[in-house]
């Protein structure tokens, strides 16, 4: 009597097997189903119904999480994990200066429940270098901008000739308010073929005052905004919402608390 060995999936009740269990004439694998709290197993082959003794090897929880990881460990984005950190971006290079984009992760904090929620939204950092000679740029003298997903909004929204503006006090609210002030200006180049990205930062901690100019055609304005449709809803953390959605929360939702969702809704 054949006895396959299976490894439970967290899914739970379809499995299929390898050819052991099917006719010899054909590898497509049989389907066993077991029932919820029962101890017994049915089985179906290709060629009809069959008995057989069954060996289940079901796994642990923690052995579940580590073949679901290993499955596709860029999947889950759930503020307990640690998922391998990728680093991705966009550059620009121009004759006077340069200009790197790169997205910066939300924060979650932890609830009593067990839950979390976000705490800080993820933000796009835009880190200005001056040129110093032919492709050749100064990044020690760097200057950076973090858009929030408002002003990303903002950008994504200009037309070709809108123009906008935006200013930050890193210190805001505190004792050294005023004494570091950033203005990001983007505003459409005179012969409409792009727009310009210009910095100006004024820092009296450190006797800075300096202005990078660069200009960006509508080719690479168009990939800045593709990339920041893209990534405005992983800034807001909308997908490690949805990847915390499981198939039994429906019946839950379907139940008093849609109906208290409901109520909530007609009777504002």
């Not at 800080?120 to 990044?139: C, I, M, N, S």
């Not at 005179?190 to 450190?206: C, E, W």
């Not at 969702?261 to 009777?267: G, P, Q, R, S």
Request: with cysteine.
């Amino acid at each position: 009597m054949f006895a396959p060995s299976l490894s439970a999936n967290p899914a739970g009740r379809l499995w299929f097997l390898d050819n052991g269990l099917s006719s010899k004439t054909s590898n497509a694998p049989c389907v066993v189903i077991f029932p919820r709290g029962k101890g017994k197993a049915f089985a179906v082959s290709p060629q009809g119904k069959r008995r057989f003794g069954v060996k289940a090897q079901y796994s642990t929880p923690k052995e579940q999480n580590q073949q679901q990881q290993g499955f596709s460990p860029y999947e889950s984005s759930f503020p307990g994990q640690l998922p391998p950190r990728v680093y991705v971006g966009y550059s620009v290079y121009k004759g006077k200066a340069a200009l790197t984009v790169e997205p910066r992760p939300p924060e979650f904090s932890p609830l009593g429940s067990g839950a979390f929620k976000i705490s800080k939204e993820g933000f796009v950092l835009l880190q200005f270098a001056p040129g110093v000679g032919t492709r050749q740029y100064d990044w020690s003298r760097k200057q950076v901008f973090s858009l929030s997903v408002t002003e990303i909004g903002t950008i994504i929204s200009l037309g070709a000739r809108d123009s906008c503006e935006f200013f930050h006090d890193p210190f805001k609210g505190k004792s050294d308010e005023g004494r570091v002030r950033k203005v990001l200006k983007v505003e459409p180049l005179p012969d409409g073929s792009g727009h310009f990205f210009n910095l100006s930062v004024q820092n009296k901690m450190t006797s800075v005052d300096e202005s990078i100019y660069i200009p960006i055609t509508k080719a690479e304005l168009a990939i800045l905004v593709s990339s920041f449709n893209f990534i405005v809803p992983y800034l807001l953390g909308w997908n490690t919402f949805a990847n915390s959605v499981k198939p039994e929360d429906s019946s839950r939702v379907g139940g008093a608390n849609a109906r208290y969702a409901a109520d909530f809704e007609w009777n504002r």
